[in-house]
């Protein structure tokens, strides 16, 4: 039988989503409401009966003799995903307001009552309302799914902070034992305490994300000392142990190159390129954040600190370059240490340098074993201090939306901060503000098409691989702006978005091959169960091919140019200016015995064409993308005029206990048809309308 007279298509059933209806301009899109529900006044004379009829598919309730309560007709609602809940409300919101017979109509928004926390010691901490605390509090206090790691001086047992950290710890300075704080000066117990200290216990203050979890990870020894090697494994430990924030209250003044800190930059960028987002204190030598490590490392969201006035603390480093600006508190670490503030409940201690300011930032504290080991707070400045407040927002934002990414979270954080105008350029963007930041946050979309850098231009899809283990259950993978998206069957994403320089079989592979600067392109992705084999995933990027196992080892072989195969080199590699310029737009492999032959059926399509291949490399068929009336009419009906036709990615899956399926990506748009040939529903959407895919 001919493959390519079988119609293919994709899942299309499982992955359909909804269009989006854009919020109308006077409609705030960072407040909650009651899904598939619109208030409705009507014009006095309009007839409901007629309003009925044309919108069977609502019910139209009246709560009070003034307003009617319209709400959308749909099954289970509680199958829906956020996301279709928001968009079936807005697409009945503008049906409704479109209306000629509706004065207006409006979401049934939802309120809360403004959340106080009842710490005895909360009215002191000065450093919360600045930055929108409380309004932040009212949308979320934080996921115990999200981790922010500590790097610091270990943990104490300080009452504030029972319960928040997770079991999981990591001694950096000797590994295997405690990451107890057994020192003199307790920093890590503020800075954990501001991050995500415990709220409504009746004991002290509270945290920015009081429900997070906390990463113990101590880098110091009982002295004090931190070695760069310390602070680098501490950040891989909290990479591998799932740290969704790493927080570096701690400083070196040096600019952070290549040729200075190659390990903590290579540390840094796996931690981003695995979805991790990464403060740093911008450090307290008043000099410019570009020198001073870890604040100018790549990747980092470097913090500067203000003061009660929200003014830029005078100890603070500062600069353009500055991530973001919180409170820290004022003062001076000179003479007579302003800085270093008071204890509430704290006994004498001279190594806990108490001295009689409340210019600081209030948290917990535990004295020195010479003094007890007493638990109590204090009031302490330092950019050390500002940026718990930044690594606590973060994990606001992620418990609101989990899958932001690194580079989503500091573009949300600038761009929602409240001006500072005194300040000059020194405090870099502007103060932060925690309500806007995770509000923003909730409504910003995620998927494949999110990373786009060029605003307005189409999106792009690299490659989708759709995989069944044995169990059946699917995971398809999407290749995109150099990062990769997983989804299951329901089109909900699996795990964390990373970056494929992140991924160790990519990075030693096709992305070495990528020019400095640019994103790692997968131009093709095969993933299968090759009969007689096994698992298998097979890459082609940059003229080249790669095949890897179920653990990601590469086969024997690897890394072999394109044109190096005698099938492609007779194919598509013919059409190539060179040897070692060959590009596959799509490669796909489907185990088909329904077909004939020998059942395996590999399929090409490059430089406008398409070639399908058997099991044994023999070629069964060649033509123009044009000749085959499905792509003329889809895909291809979308090209620039007098351009060849391309397509960014294909699939082809089996479904199970049906026949095989094609999805295809190209020109910013998703085609698919099922597996009896036909168009989904989602045939030629744009892809900023498949919900995954936004």
């Not at 610091?152 to 047992?157: F, I, K, P, V």
């Not at 009689?356 to 950019?383: D, I, K, M, Q, Y």
């Not at 309500?435 to 995620?446: E, I, Y």
């Not at 048809?673 to 498949?690: M, Q």
Request: proline share 7%; hydrophobic share 40%; aromatic share 8%.
């Amino acid at each position: 039988m001919n493959p390519t007279s079988i119609p293919l298509a994709l899942l299309g059933l499982a992955f359909a989503g909804s269009s989006l209806a854009a919020p109308p301009p006077e409609t705030p899109g960072n407040l909650r409401f009651v899904p598939f529900e619109v208030i409705v006044k009507f014009k006095p004379g309009a007839q409901l009966s007629s309003a009925k009829a044309q919108m069977p598919d609502v019910a139209l309730g009246a709560p009070s003799s003034r307003i009617h309560l319209a709400r959308l007709a749909v099954a289970t609602p509680r199958l829906y995903r956020p996301e279709e809940k928001k968009a079936e409300t807005l697409a009945l919101l503008d049906r409704l307001r479109r209306r000629s017979d509706v004065e207006y109509a409006q979401l049934n928004y939802m309120f809360d009552l403004s959340f106080v926390p009842t710490d005895p010691l909360y009215a002191q901490q000065w450093h919360y309302p600045p930055i929108g605390m409380p309004a932040a509090w009212d949308i979320t206090r934080g996921s115990n799914a999200v981790r922010i790691a500590i790097l610091d001086t270990g943990r104490t047992t300080h009452p504030d902070l029972v319960g928040r950290w997770s079991p999981l710890e990591f001694n950096a300075a000797a590994p295997g034992t405690a990451a107890t704080d057994l020192g003199t000066w307790r920093h890590g117990t503020h800075v954990a305490g501001i991050a995500g200290a415990a709220t409504g216990n009746g004991v002290g203050g509270t945290g920015v994300c009081p429900g997070c979890q906390l990463l113990n990870v101590k880098i110091s020894d009982n002295a004090g000392g931190i070695t760069i090697e310390r602070i680098v494994s501490g950040i891989h430990w909290a990479v591998d142990n799932g740290a969704r924030v790493i927080n570096m209250s701690l400083e070196a003044g040096s600019p952070c190159t290549q040729a200075n800190f190659p390990a903590l930059r290579d540390a840094i960028d796996r931690a981003v390129n695995n979805s991790v987002s990464v403060v740093a204190a911008a450090g307290n030598g008043a000099v410019n954040v570009d020198n001073v490590t870890p604040a100018s490392c790549p990747g980092v969201i470097s913090v500067a600190a203000t003061d009660r006035n929200n003014a830029l603390a005078p100890y603070s480093s500062r600069g353009v370059n500055v991530g973001v600006t919180a409170p820290g508190g004022g003062g001076v670490h000179t003479s007579p240490f302003s800085a270093y503030g008071q204890g509430i409940a704290c006994p004498a201690d001279t190594n806990s340098f108490f001295y009689p300011f409340t210019e600081g930032a209030l948290s917990a504290w535990t004295t020195s074993a010479a003094s007890g080991n007493v638990h109590c707070h204090r009031f302490l400045s330092g950019t050390s201090m500002a940026t718990p407040h930044v690594a606590g927002a973060i994990g606001l934002m992620l418990s609101t939306n989990t899958n932001l990414r690194p580079d989503q979270v500091r573009a949300l954080l600038r761009a929602t901060t409240t001006a500072l105008p005194a300040c000059g350029t020194n405090c870099g963007p502007g103060l932060l503000h925690v309500q806007r930041a995770v509000s923003a946050g909730r409504m910003t979309t995620t998927g494949p098409c999110s990373a786009n850098p060029v605003a307005g231009s189409a999106c792009k899809i690299d490659g989708i691989a759709q995989y069944r283990n044995a169990s059946g259950a699917l995971v398809e993978s999407v290749y995109a702006y150099g990062q990769i998206w997983q989804f299951n069957a329901s089109g909900t994403q699996i795990g964390v978005t990373r970056n494929l320089r992140g991924i160790p079989r990519y990075a030693s592979g096709p992305c070495a091959y990528a020019p400095a600067g640019q994103p790692c392109e997968i131009e093709s992705i095969v993933t299968m169960e090759h009969p007689g084999i096994g698992y298998v995933e097979s890459v082609s990027a940059y003229g080249r091919g790669w095949n890897f196992d179920i653990n990601g080892s590469p086969w024997p072989a690897n890394n072999f140019l394109l044109s190096s195969i005698a099938r492609y080199a007779a194919g598509p590699c013919a059409y190539a200016g060179s040897s070692t310029s060959c590009k596959f737009d799509t490669r796909t492999i489907v185990h088909a015995p329904e077909w004939g032959l020998d059942g395996l059926f590999e399929s090409i399509t490059a430089y406008g064409r398409y070639w399908i291949f058997d099991g044994g490399g023999r070629m069964i068929e060649s033509n123009p993308l044009l000749n085959v009336t499905r792509y003329a009419t889809g895909p291809c009906a979308y090209r620039p005029a007098g351009t060849t036709c391309k397509f960014d990615s294909l699939d082809l899956q089996r479904i199970p206990g049906g026949g095989i399926s094609e999805t295809i990506t190209a020109y910013g748009r998703y085609f698919e048809w099922d597996s009896n040939g036909n168009p989904t529903v989602n045939h030629g959407k744009l892809l900023t309308t498949i919900t995954r895919m936004r």
